[in-house]
């Protein structure tokens, strides 16, 4: 007997279940529900999407220069590594 003669037949039954998304009670698949879950996890990490300040937020060219001069130089204190692994341990303290 041709072995082609059983694969094809095995290889549709298995793969028949792979072709349907959902369930009966899930519906039909529409498209533009598609990426869902991406969308709400994205909305979750959005704390405020349109803040409200009291005050203009202001920015300084020439302390934005100086700070990156420090950096270049090397006068920058490193920040010290949190080892302590608990919340105890925030702040510096």
């Given at each position: 007997?041709?072995?082609k003669?059983?694969?094809?037949?095995?290889?549709?039954?298995?793969?028949?279940?792979?072709?349907?998304?959902?369930?009966?009670?899930?519906?039909?698949?529409?498209?533009?529900?598609?990426?869902?879950?991406?969308?709400?996890?994205?909305?979750?990490?959005?704390?405020?999407?349109d803040?409200?300040?009291?005050?203009?937020?202001?920015?300084?060219?020439?302390?934005?220069?100086?700070?990156?001069?420090?950096?270049?130089a090397?006068e920058?204190?490193?920040?010290?590594?949190n080892?302590?692994?608990?919340?105890?341990?925030?702040?510096?303290?």
């Amino acid at each position: 007997m041709n072995i082609k003669l059983l694969i094809l037949p095995a290889a549709a039954v298995l793969t028949g279940g792979c072709s349907y998304y959902g369930s009966q009670e899930a519906g039909p698949f529409d498209p533009a529900a598609f990426g869902e879950a991406n969308r709400q996890a994205y909305a979750a990490m959005i704390i405020n999407p349109d803040p409200v300040y009291e005050e203009d937020m202001t920015s300084s060219a020439e302390v934005a220069s100086d700070a990156v001069d420090a950096y270049r130089a090397g006068e920058v204190e490193e920040p010290k590594a949190n080892t302590g692994g608990g919340l105890d341990n925030i702040g510096g303290t």
